[in-house]
């Protein structure tokens, strides 16, 4: 059996299948550039196990209070060595990457001090985290006051207006690297960097936290390599090659580590104690994987905005610019566009692809929200998958593929989808 026909048989025409891969073999050469990335990184990520003595004994799993887990300090060297910190802390009980931040936050800030995020409204689940939108326990309540620095229309930081915006109490800086669920451009690690001289330039004291989800492993740096004193993100996202069953992390210096540590379990015990319960192994081999499974995902999201692009349809970032994130958004301007997209996706997946994916009222959203994965573990988005609110301008977020022939399936499938509903029409 041929390719072409193995694609006829999954529910793929040979129009659909035709487009997609011409406009696919046009991007080879970006592709090269992102294997090469790939190739740096894994670089980077085999050296530090080799440094740090990663051994089968790492593997072992431990109970109890976790005292002497060789498996989770080793891994959690192998993390400070991959993002060039003092420290690190890497761990199942860190429950996702809303989880992460929170605890970087909250760990580090003391009341009366003042968090200030200079990349515009943050994530949003964290909103309640900081109190932006009232809840139990945020940092509001404990007196931790909240300011924000838009970026400036066309992505940038607005230098000035950060310089005006930092003030005496003025303890911790959030920058957020992807764009989430908004339509402004991702910031690169090099622009992030530079925003954070401009801020140790004005008070050398400041802690700056930056928000590293989807992006680690895009580029040959991180953000702790250009001065953030904490950076967080989410294990079933990038770092978690798709392995890692759960957990989030947090690589910076000693102290700000330390901090979070004592938050995490409690002062005096800090990271002297939690057992990793047998996931040691997933977490050291995910984090091997990541970088060829982040380069799959960012090929894809690519292919996505190329093969959309051409069809008309306003995509953020556009076909040709440079990427710092493996989001993906794709605007359809009316709300079956992104349910038939969603639905291709998870056609396309290895797991319940017979499921229809519809709106709901998803909490913690503003709007029914679509959302389509088939994923092996549960809401992984380094795992292909798509999301959209159903409000105008409905746009769908693209992300994950662990490998990247599976994010061209579901990119095709997805088409298949819009032009088996009339909403596309091949030229
Ligand atoms: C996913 C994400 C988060 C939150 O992570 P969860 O694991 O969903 O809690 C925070 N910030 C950004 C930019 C993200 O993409």
Known sequence: MTT????????????????????EKSLKERFDRIDETAEYNQLKVIHAMQKNRVCAECFNQSSG?????????????????????????????????????????????????????????PYDTLEEVIGIRPSMGSLKEYGVSYSQVDLK??????F???REAIKP????????????????????????????????GIRKDLIVMVDNCYGEFVERIEPSDVGADMTVGSLIKNPGGGLAPVGGYIAGTEHCIENAAYRLTSPGLGKEVGATLGVNQSFFQGLFLAPTVTASALKGAILAANVYESLGFPVVPNGTESRHDIIQAVTFGKAEGVIEFCKGIQAAAPVDSYVTPEPWAMPGYDSDVIMAAGAFVQGSSIELSADGPIKPPYAVYFQGGLTYPH?????????????????????
């Open 65 to 121: 209070y976790g005292y002497n887990d060789l498996g989770r300090e080793t891994l959690e060297a192998v993390y400070a060595s991959v993002f060039h910190t003092e420290s690190a802390l890497v761990r199942p009980q860190i429950t996702c990457g809303t989880h992460a931040l929170a605890l970087a936050l909250s760990s580090n800030l003391r009341p009366g001090d003042e968090l200030l995020s200079i990349s515009g409204k």
């Open 169 to 200: 109490h003025t303890r911790l800086i959030a920058i957020q690297r992807s764009k989430g669920y908004q339509t402004r451009p991702t910031l690169s690690v090099e622009k992030i960097g530079e925003a954070i001289a401009f801020v140790k």
């Open 407 to 427: 994010a061209k399936l579901g990119i095709l499938m997805s088409l298949e989808k819009l032009v088996e509903a009339g909403i596309v029409t091949l030229p």
């Open 160 to 162: 000035e207006k950060i």
């Open 153 to 158: 229309p066309d992505g940038s930081f607005d």
């Open 4 to 23: 072409e026909s193995m694609y006829q048989e999954i529910g793929i025409r040979p129009e659909v299948l035709k487009f997609g891969t011409k406009i």
